[in-house]
């Protein structure tokens, strides 16, 4: 089983006995993808809490759906932008995801949840004795940190010391211990040694929660993100013919699972993974810092599904900070109202992080690769907002001077309207192998990964399919549970 639900029926005792005592009880992915099914006494508390609020109450706004408010949000259709055309330059329609209404402004949320919750309900994690570690290179530590609060458990978030100061601020106030590892974005080697480190001093009183190589971020995507996208395109009345891709960065390879749930629905889709030019590691097998925060690691994680890859995009990191600046400065709005973009679309700008630029650079690459019409469709995702970033935005005034109108025109033409197929590689068979290949040097040879299972997610047709399988099983142990803590 590529998750663990054996069940520790002591410990699974003692997280039901918490949990009541705390008055939380935990949502199904049932209801994360469709949280019309969420109780009327739930709903309620709801209507009295902030998005942000550390409340376990918030748990049950793990979901696209939440109306998209700072404050007693309830649930509406599925939060998604459609990037108006004068700014993507593509024939094609790009549609995307909004992860800025999650607790907490983070689409991660959602796989730390996916995570903690089958280990609640099945005694391998003991909130009451043990901490929860959440390695990161962006938002998955914030979101494990915040529902560790959510949970009453202790929490110790690891990320690279040189991620934005509002993490680090932010973290400050929810997680029990930060650890600081040496370097950028892509320094996750750093990371995972500072893990072993940890289990070797902490031993039984720390369980990892590894986003690159647990099944759990990868089926919160497939199932929870995959559904918002499926219910977006029947809204919209998109035809099965216009479905053309799916563009999604790779940080821990837990976004892109969503593609895989599109394409057991629409079998012509193709699936784009994104990563920074200057860590060109699918690409080129390359390595590199860069500064989209929250993708590109250096490494293939175990938990992407490469054989069903299509293409790869390397996304220059210059371009995306700055679409940034034109997205957030005073002159790229002006600019681009001038252009055509009217004040509803200038404002949703803000909606953009620097990986969910990324992400709509990676669609727009494919969109012009395919020689998408105007009826064709690429989807991608916000991953959180720029009000994560805003620091950058004072940094790069610093480094790279004001930004006024000639700018953005530069930007607005050159790394949107002309971002060109360039660094796009479209992937035959043996370069999904390659990519497939790469995983060896990190997760065999250092990680402790099996020979067997690594040949296994090339060649069991049932590897990945398994995982989906799973989830109706993980859903009664939540039920269960939470009866429990009824009873
Ligand atoms: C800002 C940001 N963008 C993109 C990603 C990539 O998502 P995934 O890890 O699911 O591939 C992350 C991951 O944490 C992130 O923090």
Redesign the pocket.
């Known amino acids: 089983m590529l998750i663990n639900l054996t069940r520790h029926d002591e410990i699974r005792a003692r997280n039901v006995a918490r949990c009541r005592e705390k008055g939380i009880l935990l949502p199904t992915f049932r209801e994360m993808k469709d949280p019309s099914l969420v109780s009327d006494k739930v709903k309620a508390r709801l209507k009295e809490t902030g998005l942000w609020d550390v409340d376990p109450i918030n748990l049950y706004r793990i979901t696209w759906h939440n109306e998209p408010v700072d404050k007693g949000g309830l649930y509406g259709g599925v939060n998604f932008i459609e990037v108006p055309r004068q700014i993507t330059g593509t024939r094609a329609r790009i549609l995307a995801l909004v992860g800025k209404w999650f607790p907490c402004g983070?689409h991660?949320v959602g796989?730390t949840y996916a995570c903690l919750a089958p280990a609640l309900v099945s005694g391998n994690f003991d909130a009451s004795k043990q901490a929860a570690v959440w390695p990161?290179?962006?938002?998955?530590c914030r979101g494990g940190a915040y529902n560790s609060a959510l949970l009453g458990c202790k929490s110790i978030a690891i990320l690279p010391e040189d991620m934005s100061q509002e993490r680090f601020n932010w973290l400050k106030t929810v997680a029990g211990e930060i650890i600081a590892t040496p370097g950028c974005e892509s320094n996750v080697k750093e990371i995972f040694d500072k893990c072993h480190e940890l289990n070797a001093e902490r031993g039984g009183n720390i369980v990892i929660f590894n986003?690159f190589e647990q099944f759990e971020?990868y089926l919160w995507?497939y199932e929870v993100t995959g559904a918002a996208i499926l219910e977006v395109l029947e809204q919209l009345g998109i035809k099965e013919e216009n479905v053309r891709a799916y563009a999604?960065?790779?940080?821990?390879?837990?976004?892109?699972a969503a593609g895989d749930h599109l394409k057991d629905t629409y079998p012509g889709i193709k699936i784009g993974a994104g990563e920074a030019l200057q860590c060109p590691t699918l690409l080129r097998n390359g390595f590199g810092a860069h500064r989209i925060?929250?993708?590109g690691d250096k490494h293939v994680p175990w938990i992407h599904n490469v054989k069903n890859t299509d293409m790869v995009l390397s996304i220059d990191d210059q371009d995306c900070m700055d679409i940034f600046r034109l997205f957030n400065e005073d002159a790229g709005h002006e600019y681009l109202s001038k252009m055509g973009v009217d004040d509803d679309q200038v404002a949703q700008l803000s909606l953009f992080?620097i990986?969910g630029i990324g992400n709509l650079l990676s669609a727009i690459k494919m969109a012009k690769y395919y020689e998408m019409d105007e009826d064709d469709v690429v989807f991608t995702i916000l991953?959180?907002s720029s009000s994560m970033y805003t620091s950058r935005i004072a940094e790069l005034r610093e480094q790279q001077g004001p930004f006024d109108e000639l700018e953005a025109a530069r930007v607005h033409s050159g790394a949107l309207l002309h971002q060109g197929i360039d660094n796009a590689l479209e992937l035959g068979y043996y370069d999904r192998l390659r990519i497939h290949n790469l995983k060896y040097y990190t997760w065999v040879e250092q990680q402790g990964k099996t020979y067997e299972e690594l040949n296994r997610q090339w060649y069991d047709r049932n590897y990945w399919k398994s995982l989906p399988a799973m989830t109706s099983q993980i859903d009664e142990m939540i039920d269960a549970f939470n009866a429990d803590i009824l009873a």
Not at 136 to 140: A, D
Not at 248 to 256: F, M, V
């Open positions: 983070v991660k796989a990161s290179t962006g938002n998955y986003q971020n995507h999604s960065s790779t940080g821990s390879g837990g976004t892109l925060e929250g993708i992080g990986s991953t959180d």
